[in-house]
């Protein structure tokens, strides 16, 4: 179960900045709903190089919807290149922290408002996220340039931190070994030893974290907007759900189905889960 502090809960349920800001000219865009957590940051920056105003629109679980929200109250007033120097760790650090596992939401946060001043000022999209690098996790898009930046900033020491600072890895696997192998050139280390696989979930182990993710991830999302959802049935990686409330009469459950539900189930469960509506 993730330890959410009070500001994250109170972010998350009631979140500031919401929506399309009219009049922004610094948009930054950052993940995708293919890879999961999705943010557009929009800012109104005067001539003078002053953030005016900050919105958002996101698509992810708790901690990036309050990551996206604590981050516009922040830098509303500061100087573009205050702005700049805001880390993932002050965004974290302003919702009284986050669980080691959402830290990549607070990276998103940083790498957004990076890219929009930078669309403000004219220059490249960000060097980091797209023009540098090789990608090394094809399931979230992430390079070898984003995984050394978040070595460097955050000073990780493992794999898993890695992991949960970028998200690289935390699907397929396949990456692990190249990642072990960057991270030991960054700490210029001998390579770590080969990681032994998982061991298989079985079905009761699956179908509680199932449970324990529809309740804690899935749930409060949909009874933002009226909504719920029941667990009707798990048959190996079959998932079988009913929504409920004005999900149950929602002409894009489908989407809610696939884009939300199996999501967050594949981030949380097993990469491949595939969801039903009952």
Request: charged content about 25%; overall charge negative; some cysteine.
């Amino acid at each position: 179960m993730w330890n959410y502090t009070e500001a994250v809960h109170d972010h998350f349920l009631r979140p500031h900045n919401v929506g399309p800001l009219e009049g922004a000219n610094a948009i930054g865009e950052v993940g995708s709903l293919a890879c999961g957590d999705a943010l557009k940051l929009y800012l109104k920056i005067s001539d003078k190089g002053i953030i005016e105003n900050a919105t958002f629109e996101t698509f992810g679980c708790a901690s990036a919807i309050a990551s996206s929200s604590v981050l516009t109250d922040m830098i509303k007033g500061m100087s573009v290149e205050d702005a700049l120097k805001v880390s993932n760790k002050d965004i974290a650090d302003a919702l009284g922290g986050l669980p080691k596992q959402k830290m990549h939401c607070s990276v998103m946060g940083q790498e957004a408002l990076e890219a929009a001043i930078r669309q403000w000022k004219g220059e490249p999209p960000v060097p980091h996220a797209h023009e540098e690098g090789k990608l090394v996790c094809k399931c979230f898009g992430v390079t070898d340039a984003q995984i050394i930046r978040a070595i460097r900033e955050n000073g990780l020491k493992t794999v898993e931190e890695i992991t949960n600072y970028t998200k690289a890895g935390g699907a397929c696997g396949e990456c692990l070994d190249e990642i072990g192998e960057i991270l030991a050139a960054e700490l210029k280390q001998k390579p770590l030893v080969e990681l032994k696989p998982k061991p298989r979930m079985t079905n009761v182990q699956r179908m509680q974290l199932v449970l324990k993710t529809i309740e804690e991830e899935i749930r409060p999302v949909l009874a933002a907007d009226g909504g719920d959802i029941e667990l009707v049935d798990v048959d190996g990686l079959r998932v079988v759900v009913s929504l409920r409330g004005r999900c149950s009469q929602c002409r894009a459950s489908d989407v809610t189905i696939r884009d939300l539900v199996q999501r967050l189930l594949r981030e949380h469960v097993e990469p491949d889960i595939v969801v039903e509506e009952a």
